[in-house]
């Protein structure tokens, strides 16, 4: 892998960064809005594609100085793209994509649930100023990914291999984040892996897992775009912005389970189990006598859900040094053989390792007592 200092040299010079975000009524789908001829502006690079930001930032660079970055930005850019999203009313916004060859029918274009949930026609640039138009194949609200299947897909737009996912890049690899922020396309921005096993906020009260943290810049635009490692794979489909350095995207992992099923089915079913939980803190701990802090309390039990009947939730409250906290219920402290300590540990097993019908082991600790109980899992609801 380049150095860090050689690595990081070459996205300063002139490759600029990338994510979520918009204006007016779309800026919450993490996108860009524009009130022009979008295809007008092709001329000055405004999507993807060798545009005048990267011919410049490949002529600027001197020799032996950051030549590890502006290789693989060019490894990677031809399959990179930009898209315009188009709603009712004929207002266009951007976003990003890649090309993949996960599932059945040959390549297509990843990107983000919430670039094309606002729209209902789309088209696709790739590199060289080459427009396709594009359909949608299947979207997933809970993984915010969704696949296109381009018009006659251009020769040159390879499919991005992903990165290994065991393990998963650990913290500290070297990261580049390609795509379209504010509509510049082509654009980079250098960084790390800064955080992994994050966890998102997803509809109705559920989230996204094993997401990935970065600190390359994130903007308005780079939503569905790739960050790749220093070997030219996938370690994420950029996502969302919390703030300043902090950038997050959907794990190749995740990744490799839902896009699959979209091409195939044109949707992915997520495991349920039909409860509400929280993580165990020191002063629940107390409250439920536990030795350890650690896993996660049974809140509550969804009437006629996949755990009714067979976890426990939470029969009252109490105030414990001020703090009120639940009592009464089940605490899960592992699934499948695997221990629980936070939530991120349930919600990645449930993502990654499981599928609605399955029946899983759930050892919980019950009156004080530990016990394994046997779950089949259903289908998350529909939000």
Do not use: K
Not at 32 to 55: F, I, K, M, N
Not at 123 to 150: H, K, M
């Amino acid at each position: 892998m380049p150095r860090r200092r050689e690595f990081l040299a070459a996205a300063g010079m002139g490759l600029l960064g990338g994510l979520s975000g918009c204006t007016a009524s779309m800026e919450r789908h993490g996108i860009v809005a524009t009130e022009e001829d979008p295809e007008s502006r092709s001329r000055t690079g405004s999507l993807t594609g060798r545009d005048s930001t990267a011919d410049a930032a490949e002529d600027a660079s001197p020799p032996g100085l950051g030549s590890a970055a502006t290789e693989l930005y060019h490894e990677t850019i031809t399959s990179v793209v930009g898209i315009l999203v188009y709603d009712e009313s004929g207002r266009a916004a951007t976003g990003s994509g890649f090309v993949t060859g996960l599932g059945p029918g040959g390549p297509h274009v990843v990107t983000n649930q919430h670039v094309v949930a606002p729209g209902n026609r789309f088209q696709i640039r790739f590199q060289g100023n080459e427009w396709r138009a594009g359909d949608i194949v299947g979207t997933d609200v809970y993984s915010d990914l969704a696949v296109l299947r381009p018009t006659d897909r251009p020769s040159f737009a390879a499919s991005l291999d992903w990165a290994d996912t065991d393990p998963e890049p650990p913290i500290g690899t070297d990261v580049l984040a390609i795509g379209s922020p504010f509509g510049l396309g082509g654009s980079a921005s250098a960084g790390i892996i800064s955080g992994v096993d994050r966890l998102l906020a997803a509809p109705n009260n559920f989230s996204i897992p094993d997401a990935v943290q970065t600190d390359a810049a994130l903007n308005p635009g780079n939503s569905g775009g790739p960050i790749v490692t220093a070997d030219g794979t996938v370690a994420a489909v950029a996502s969302s912005a919390g703030g300043e350095n902090i950038g997050f995207g959907i794990s190749a992992a995740l990744s490799n389970r839902v896009v699959p099923s979209l091409i195939a089915d044109g949707e992915f079913r997520h495991s349920y189990m039909g409860v509400g939980i929280r993580e165990v803190t020191p002063t629940a701990a107390d409250a439920y006598e536990l030795d350890d802090v650690g896993g996660l309390i049974v809140t509550n039990v969804v009437d006629s859900g996949p755990s009714e009947g067979v976890l426990e939730g939470s029969t009252d409250e109490r105030v414990v040094d001020g703090v009120r906290v639940f009592v009464g219920g089940d605490v899960i402290v592992g699934i499948g053989g695997e221990p629980v300590e936070v939530q991120a540990d349930l919600s990645n097993y449930l993502a990654l390792e499981t599928s609605p019908g399955d029946t899983v082991p759930v050892t919980v600790i019950r009156d004080g007592e530990r016990t394994t109980v046997d779950l089949t899992l259903g289908r998350r609801p529909q939000p």
